[in-house]
Structure formats: structure tokens, C-alpha cells
């Protein structure tokens, strides 16, 4: 087995690595500090060809493939984990599901847009009363003439403040369960949508969250996507993918905290000499570099399994829980390892910490992954 990144993911990575230093990093805190939509930046990841990398060149993505998305939103996230989850929602759960299940048409009008970067996407799967449980839903699609009119709320939607399209999921046929869920196209602008509030978050507060609320929404009745009924299937299909995304940005992270780790024991003296040659701080950091190795490579497995096409649920899930339980324990660890400056605002570590804990939970919670990952296994 060669585990050895070809020289093209490595040019990428390093590439990437040069754009999150010049222009991600500098206003990393900023972003936290302020909430701010770092709308330069992403305006810079679109004109590097970024905002649609694995999808090919006719719909205008960079033709690339899965190993090198997980890549990019990695490097972005050890930079700025808010900048890799505006990236990661717009390109795994809005671009995915039109590329994968849309038609020619909606391909041409939606996903090239959103490739390149031009409107950004979001995903509207979660109600107040609906997040694991999607039999749950509330929200209904009625067909009236050549018009479907959306009724309901979502909650907790990365992107909605900013998206120009928003893929949504409601009821058709409530009796039939996940089974009666169908999937929308639905455009910013569309008469009875509305963006509700902004919800302020403990992390990756840069990128905006909030509510969405459909009243008498009317969109193109050729807005739906896929089948009636096949929505339920869409969204999971999705969101398998979407967590090696959320596992990418979960291993940035921990490779930031390992980062951080590693230039503070070798700066910081105490009792005369560097706290990186006492073995408490050694043996943390040696926790630290194993752990975060080992999610890199249950991260790239999924990846490569992704685009090999051979089924990666399981992997997928496998990646996302151990990353995301490891960025966790990692940057506890580096807060722990700074000290009291470690508990600072402003201090690296300490946005790291706030970050690192959404990846345990949005979609799928460690949890869900458990279950995910016990149902491939038993099958």
C-alpha cells in the first residue's frame, strides 16, 4: 500500500498552505472576534478555483478529485475553521446533491454558478423539532398548478444568510414517512422565503448561521430535485459525503492545537529551560502527533474510497467521529499545555478550542456516527 500523497495533492496542499498564510490566517481572530462573514476571502477562494474542486470543468469546477477537496478544507481549516465550513457546506450539501441527482438544466442554471463561486450554497435538512429523526419534518410541498408552495421552518443553516441557493427538504406525502420527503431547488429571492435571525454560536463564528422560514414559498415546479419521495435518500447520500468534509475540517484543526503545541513547549521557559524537554509536555505532545496521524489517515481512506467508488458510509462515518473526537481532546490538550494563556481571547488555542466541538456534532452527532458505523459493520 502507498500512503504517500501524489505530487499533485501535494502542490495543492502546499499551495493552499501559501493562500491561508497571505490571506486566511491574518484575519482568522478577526473573523472569530467579530462574527464576520469573511467575504474577501472567499471571493479569493473562488477565483482559485476552489468553491466546486471535484466537479468537472464543464459545470465549472477544477475537474480535481475528493483526496484534494479533503486536502483543501484541511489547510483551511488549520488556518481558519470558519472560512472551512462556509467552503465545505457550500460545496459537499448544496453543489453535491445537483450534481449528483439534478438534471442537465439545473446543472447549468445552479451548480456552475455555485462552482464558481459566483452565489454561494447552503442545505436546509434540521428543524426545531427535526434534526436525526427527519421522519419528523414539518415543513410540506404542495403541488398548485406549475408551482410547488413550501410551508415550514429550518433551523441551524450554515450559509443562509448569504446563499443564493438553498437546498430544501419538506413533506410531500406525510403519510409515507422519510419516504414521502422530496428535495427543492430553492433560489434567493423566491417569494416566501425569508432568512430568519442570526444565530450567535460559542465557535466557527464566522460563518453565518440562522433560521429559514418558508411562508407560501412558490418555486418552478422543475425546481424539484430528483423524484418526488426520493428526498430522504438525497439528503443521506449527501451528508455521507459531507462528512469526510466535516472530518477534514475536524483534522485542521487538530493539526493547528498540534501546531500550537509544538512552537509554545520550545519558546516557553520555565525553571531554566524549554517546557518541551519535560517529559509530562513530551509525552502530551507525542499523544497529540499520534492521534492526529492516525484521524489524517482514516480521513484520507474515505476519501480515496470516495472517489475509487467503492462504498465509503462507513469510512466516512469512521473518519468523522475519530477526527472530530480528536480535534476535541487535541486542542483541550493545547489549552492545557498554554497554560493560562491558553484560556485567553485572541490566543490561537482558545478559538480552536471553541471550534473544534461543533465537529462532534452537525451532520451526524458521535452518536449517530456510532450508529452509522455499528449498522455497516452488523449488516
Avoid at 444568510?161 to 406525502?173: E, H, L, Q, S
Avoid at 414517512?177 to 429571492?189: L, M
Avoid at 419521495?229 to 462528512?243: E, K, N, P, S, V
Wanted: glycine share 10%.
Amino acid at each position: 500500500m502507498d500512503f504517500k500523497p501524489t505530487e499533485e495533492h501535494e502542490l495543492i496542499r502546499q499551495s493552499v498552505k501559501e493562500f491561508c498564510d497571505k490571506y486566511v490566517s491574518p484575519i482568522a481572530e478577526e473573523v472569530d472576534r467579530y462574527q464576520r462573514y469573511p467575504e474577501e476571502v472567499i471571493k479569493k477562494i473562488a477565483e482559485q478555483d476552489l468553491m466546486g474542486i471535484y466537479f468537472p470543468a464543464e459545470y465549472g469546477g477544477a475537474g480535481a478529485d475528493v483526496m484534494s477537496y479533503a486536502i483543501v478544507i484541511e489547510e483551511l481549516a488549520r488556518a481558519c475553521a470558519s472560512t472551512s465550513v462556509v467552503v465545505g457546506a457550500h460545496t459537499s450539501l448544496a453543489e453535491y446533491p445537483i450534481y449528483k441527482f439534478g438534471t442537465e438544466e439545473q446543472k447549468k442554471k445552479y451548480l456552475s454558478p455555485l462552482c464558481k463561486g459566483e452565489v454561494i450554497g447552503a442545505f436546509a435538512l434540521t428543524e426545531p423539532g427535526a434534526g436525526t429523526d427527519a421522519a419528523a419534518m414539518k415543513t410540506l410541498a404542495v403541488l398548485d398548478g406549475n408551482e410547488y408552495v413550501l410551508n415550514g421552518s429550518k433551523i441551524f443553516i450554515t450559509n443562509a444568510p448569504v446563499a443564493g441557493v438553498i437546498i430544501v427538504f419538506a413533506m410531500t406525502d406525510k403519510s409515507k414517512g422519510t419516504k414521502g420527503i422530496s428535495a427543492f431547488i430553492v433560489p434567493a429571492g423566491s417569494p416566501g422565503l425569508v432568512i430568519g435571525k442570526h444565530l450567535e454560536k460559542m465557535g466557527i463564528r464566522g460563518s453565518l448561521t440562522s433560521e429559514v422560514l418558508l411562508k407560501d414559498c412558490r418555486i418552478p415546479k422543475e425546481n424539484l430535485l430528483g423524484a418526488e419521495g426520493q428526498g430522504f435518500r438525497i439528503a443521506m447520500m449527501t451528508l455521507d459525503g459531507g462528512r469526510i468534509g466535516i472530518a477534514s475540517q475536524a483534522l485542521g484543526i487538530a493539526q493547528a492545537a498540534l501546531d500550537e503545541s509544538i512552537r509554545y513547549s520550545k519558546e516557553r521557559v520555565q525553571f531554566g529551560k524549554p517546557i518541551g524537554s519535560f517529559q509530562a509536555i513530551q509525552w502530551m505532545i507525542a499523544n497529540m502527533a499520534m492521534e492526529v496521524d492516525a484521524a489524517r489517515l482514516l480521513v484520507y481512506r474515505a476519501a480515496w474510497c470516495y472517489q475509487q467508488g467503492l462504498p465509503y458510509s462507513t469510512e466516512a462515518a469512521m473518519a468523522k467521529l475519530f477526527a472530530s473526537e480528536t480535534a476535541v481532546r487535541q486542542t483541550e490538550r493545547a489549552v492545557q499545555l498554554h497554560g493560562g494563556i491558553g484560556y485567553i481571547k485572541g490566543t490561537k488555542v482558545e478559538r480552536l478550542y471553541r471550534d473544534a466541538k461543533i465537529t462532534e456534532i452537525y451532520e451526524g452527532t458521535s452518536e449517530v456516527m456510532r450508529m452509522v458505523i455499528a449498522g455497516g459493520v452488523l449488516r
